[in-house]
């Protein structure tokens, strides 16, 4: 676990160190250190480059792909399906909905309610589909049909919306959902840390508490566990984290797929060392697919979202191969 940690931590390092050097303006590994350790004496254009828009979108990056890892984390262990995602629970349909209505319905709006209606829409639709799954309890089974079929409805939703609204409009939405960090600025950095500081320790306080859900509700029942309490508790927990994230970069699919997937491979069934690993590797995949998408098609820029859909999707086919494979 030591390993696998000081691995990934280092290798969120060498991103974040590729990150500030990389892009449109090359800086030179002198300048990147003289700026970050005296810049009032750096030049002016320099430590705009480094501080003001470079260092920025590598922090919020590795924090979004941490929330991203995490709430994929948790929503695995307490819906007890190995393809379940922050998405599941509506934070990603939510979310879109909010901001396409916002965007393309009232277009005179302030950017600056994007990821506020973001975080509402993404925190009112997981609750509707908390609400409407309960029946005496809420089953994972239950919770996941009811975000299918209200995920669905938000899409449609977004259609029409897209549909007839202006030109502009549409595209300025359509930037936002295909998720992104280049518009990153210290305010959102800020913003995003004050919440996680918080959330992200809370989810691996409740490491132990997941692998008794995990085992499922008679298992968890027999020990003890008020398994209602506990799944709304958690639900609340990854709709905040995830919702966060979202909010301030749209929506990057699948790295709360993949990241918790990769990370029990290499640390085991214990959510206490699944949790952290799966920060880490979530931090990762993000800070990876916004450097690939900021470098290797420049000058134009390839969102995060855009590439973390194209490594997911096949990751996604070879889970359902492998779990169809073990089912004989």
């Known amino acids: 676990m030591t390993r696998i940690v000081a691995g990934a931590g280092l290798l969120i390092v060498l991103l974040a160190l590729a990150g500030l050097k990389m892009g449109d303006v090359p800086v030179a590994w002198t300048d990147i250190a003289w700026t970050l350790t005296d810049p009032t004496s750096s030049p002016r254009d320099l430590a705009m480059i480094v501080l003001d828009l470079r260092l920025p979108r590598v922090l919020l990056g590795a924090l979004v792909g ?26 990603n349909a939510g979310a879109a909905l909010a901001v396409t209505v916002l965007i393309v319905a009232y277009p005179a709006s302030s950017p600056f309610l994007t ?10 639709m997981a609750a509707a589909i908390y609400a409407l799954s309960w029946r005496a309890g809420a089953t994972s089974l239950r919770i996941i049909l009811v975000g299918v079929g209200l995920s669905s409805l938000s899409g449609a939703g977004i259609t029409l919306l897209t549909a007839l609204g202006d030109a502009r409009d549409v595209h300025r939405a359509f930037i936002w959902l295909s998720g992104s ?148």
């Open 66 to 91: 941490m929330a991203l890892g995490v709430a994929g984390a948790i929503t695995q262990a307490i819906l007890r399906n190995p393809l379940a995602e922050p998405g599941t629970l509506g934070v």
């Open 115 to 124: 990821p506020w209606a973001g975080f509402l829409g993404a925190t009112a």
């Open 181 to 328: 960090v280049y518009e990153a600025n210290w305010s959102q950095v800020a913003a995003l840390s004050l919440w996680l500081g918080p959330a992200l320790p809370l989810c691996w306080l409740a490491s132990r508490a997941l692998d008794v859900a995990s085992l499922g509700e008679t298992a968890a029942r027999s020990v003890g566990q008020d398994v209602t309490r506990f799944q709304g508790f958690v639900i609340l927990l990854c709709t905040l984290v995830s919702g966060a994230a979202v909010a301030v970069s749209g929506l990057i699919a699948f790295v709360g797929l993949v990241a918790p997937h990769a990370a029990r491979r290499l640390v085991g069934p214990r959510h206490a060392r699944i949790i952290p690993a799966s920060a880490l590797i979530g931090a990762v995949i993000v800070m990876t697919a916004d450097l690939i998408g900021r470098v290797a098609f420049a000058p134009l820029q390839i969102s995060a979202g855009v590439l973390t859909a194209v490594i997911g999707a096949p990751a996604f086919a070879f889970i359902l191969w492998r779990r169809r494979a073990s089912l004989g």
